[in-house]
């Protein structure tokens, strides 16, 4: 019976384990479970998002009490279109984080950043290419577009001497948003190292309508994979969203993936950076307390849990600050939804908003708690404690049982 490590995943002459870590943003899939899956051999992800707030936490930089510093005078304007991110402080925000995660990896296997193209901080363009450049220049390993169909984001970088040696791959969810993103790619001869497949039961946001449920990720796999094929081109396939046994991944590593990327099974781990209680809740949950909700004013459907303090919420926006999810014309679903519920309620102190949440806030506070569909089984991953809690993981047990395990086996920890 074969495991995990029996396959390989090859970029040119270097080989890793075929897992990947998938970044989780604001700070979930931290640096140092980045640096764990390098160690180990495999790849790991830190991400990008709201990347002035991590280096405030990670290093004690003032980026955004600064910004708000600059626009507190907006701060009861519903007109955000004014506040707007310093290109200087967000190129050194990056990097801080991806330079330091860099001079700290040790081992065999990458680390990659997740670079979603729906955070689109009131100048879409020109805020991604500096995030994207600025992440080449401080030595990260390889970047992973999500989060939108990045049809101009290689253009942005086409002139950093690193962009055909970094590894540059893009999830996606369909064959249609893939045929869209080579088709540009093509026109500056240079194709994605690796296309990563997420599939509807992923944690964060869905590549999918609210009719999820009706689309399985082995059969968009299968035909990603039959299309490369028909047109000869070699890159490595990389299925994401539910695979949460070592005998998950090697189904898929047989059928022709090059490796997998995981998430949820991390997200009870100590290196990982939602909280320990908040741990707790990822662990207790049941089926029935996971929802797919249209709460993000990204527009994309969420996972996560129906007890999250976020849905509901309706705290003032906090764009000063914040401000990650404005368009390019300074508006946020968010803040829309807000204003409405105030001019409905004049006079109510604490307005509830059922429809859109505060992403940015609650991101940050960790109280919007997103999660892959399987989250359910996280129990069954671990021991229960005699104070009635579940024991938190390590990131190389989890890893080691992805890569060693067989016949739907999860190993429990010492
Ligand atoms: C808590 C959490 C946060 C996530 N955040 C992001 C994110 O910021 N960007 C992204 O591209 N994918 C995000 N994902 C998706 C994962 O990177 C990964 O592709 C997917 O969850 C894999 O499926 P699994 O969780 O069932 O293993 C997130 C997943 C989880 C569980």
Same mark, same amino acid.
């Given at each position: 019976m074969k495991h995990v490590d029996d396959f390989r995943l090859k970029f040119g002459k270097k080989e890793l384990v075929p897992i990947i870590i998938g970044g989780m943003g604001v700070d979930i899939s931290t640096a140092e479970l980045a640096l764990e899956a390098a160690r180990l051999g495999g790849i790991g992800h830190i991400s990008d998002a709201m990347v002035p707030t991590v280096s405030d936490r990670r290093f004690k930089t003032h980026f955004v009490r600064d910004k708000l510093k600059l626009y507190?005078?907006?701060?009861?304007?519903? *007109?955000?279109?004014? /506040?707007? =991110?310093?290109l200087g402080r967000l190129a050194e925000a990056t990097r801080n984080h991806v330079g330091r995660t860099m001079e700290e990896k040790k081992g065999d296997g990458m680390i990659f950043v997740n670079c979603m193209e729906?955070?689109?901080?009131?100048?879409p363009r020109e805020t991604l290419r500096v995030r994207l450049m600025s992440a080449l220049d401080a030595g990260i390993d390889g970047i992973t577009l999500s989060a939108? %169909? #990045? %049809?101009g984001s290689f253009e942005l970088i086409?002139? #950093?001497?690193?962009f055909r040696d970094a590894k540059l791959g893009i999830i996606v969810s369909s064959l249609r948003a893939l045929q869209l993103f080579l088709r540009k790619s093509a026109r500056l001869n240079r194709l994605p190292d690796y296309v990563v497949v997420e599939?509807?039961?992923?944690?964060? #946001?869905?590549? =999918?309508?609210?009719?999820?449920?009706?689309?399985d990720l082995g059969m968009i796999v299968a035909e990603i994979h039959q299309y490369l094929q028909n047109e000869k081109l070699d890159i490595p396939l990389i299925p994401a969203g539910g695979i949460f046994t070592g005998s998950d991944a090697v189904s898929f590593l047989q059928n022709g993936a090059a490796a997998v990327q995981v998430a949820t099974r991390f997200? /009870?781990?100590?290196? @990982?950076?939602?909280?320990p209680q908040i741990q707790q809740e990822y662990f207790k949950?049941?089926?029935?307390e996971i929802e797919v909700n249209?709460?993000?004013?990204?527009?994309y459907p969420m996972r996560m849990?129906?007890?999250?303090?976020?849905?509901?919420s309706g705290i003032r926006p906090n764009c000063e600050a914040l401000?990650?999810?404005? *368009?390019?014309?300074?508006?946020c679903a968010y803040v829309t939804a807000y204003n409405r519920e105030v001019s409905a309620h004049p006079n109510v102190k604490k307005i509830s908003v059922m429809?859109?949440? @505060?992403l940015c806030t609650h991101m940050r506070n960790f109280d919007c708690w997103t999660c892959g #569909?399987?989250?359910?089984?996280?129990?069954?991953t671990t021991r229960r404690l005699t104070d009635g809690s579940y024991q938190i993981l390590s990131a190389e047990h989890v890893f080691h049982d992805y890569q060693f395990s067989v016949d739907q086996k999860i190993a429990l920890p010492a």
């Open positions: 507190k005078y907006n701060v009861a304007n519903a *007109d955000k279109s004014a /506040v707007q =991110f310093d729906k955070l689109t901080m009131n100048a939108g %169909l #990045h %049809l086409k002139d #950093h001497p690193r599939g509807p039961l992923a944690g964060g #946001h869905l590549g =999918f309508g609210m009719d999820w449920i009706k689309y997200t /009870v781990v100590k290196e @990982c950076g939602l909280p949950a049941s089926e029935d249209t709460i993000s004013p990204t527009g849990l129906k007890s999250s303090p976020a849905i509901g401000g990650y999810l404005l *368009d390019g014309s300074g508006n429809d859109k949440t @505060c #569909h399987y989250t359910y089984r996280l129990k069954d």
